[in-house]
């Protein structure tokens, strides 16, 4: 028996993120150089008049060139770059609908920040910042955003200083899953 009947019937887990690009390899140098990722596959798909609008809610003309990375340990990204006659060239801010950011928990955020002050391709947004008082959970937390030259927002956070932080997901979380396969035959 279901003991959320609302919650979607066989749900396991998330396999990936993924973030259309305006160049695939500038974005695939950015996850493997920078933040460590390894390429999985690649693919590409389209166009096809009679499965792209169906199947992607994109135009017919629509085409795409795609990556799928792991960032260790735990996280799947998937990257598209897409051609279309009508595609926008503009990423969503993070005050528009869409609009999202990747974030990274770190050692220290001062020496992220040190380290991309001398990168090509991606600006810290502002300073580093410290949570206090108003969010009491979380308050210690030293973070920053940083835009990558497409759009992306990438959030770097310490949590090394927050007295009772919230159970969030991490490392204490993961686990190898082991199955046991069994088989069943008629008597």
Known sequence: MNPNPDRLPGLQYV?????????????????TVLLGAEELYRSTRGPDAAVMPEHFGVPADAHLELRMLRLPPNLNVELFQWWSEDR??????????????????????????????????????????????????????RWVYARASWGLILEFVDRSRVLDPPRLVGPHDWHTHSTTKTSETPS
């Open 88 to 141: 926008s060239p503009v990423f969503p801010r993070a005050s528009d609908a869409g609009g999202h950011h990747l974030c990274f928990v770190v050692d220290d955020v001062d020496d992220v920040v040190a380290a991309v002050a001398d990168l090509r391709g991606i600006e810290i947004l502002g300073a580093r910042k410290e949570v206090a008082g108003d969010s009491p959970a979380v308050a210690g937390n």
């Open 15 to 31: 396999d990936h993120v993924a973030f259309t690009v305006p160049d695939l390899d500038d974005a695939t140098r950015l996850f």
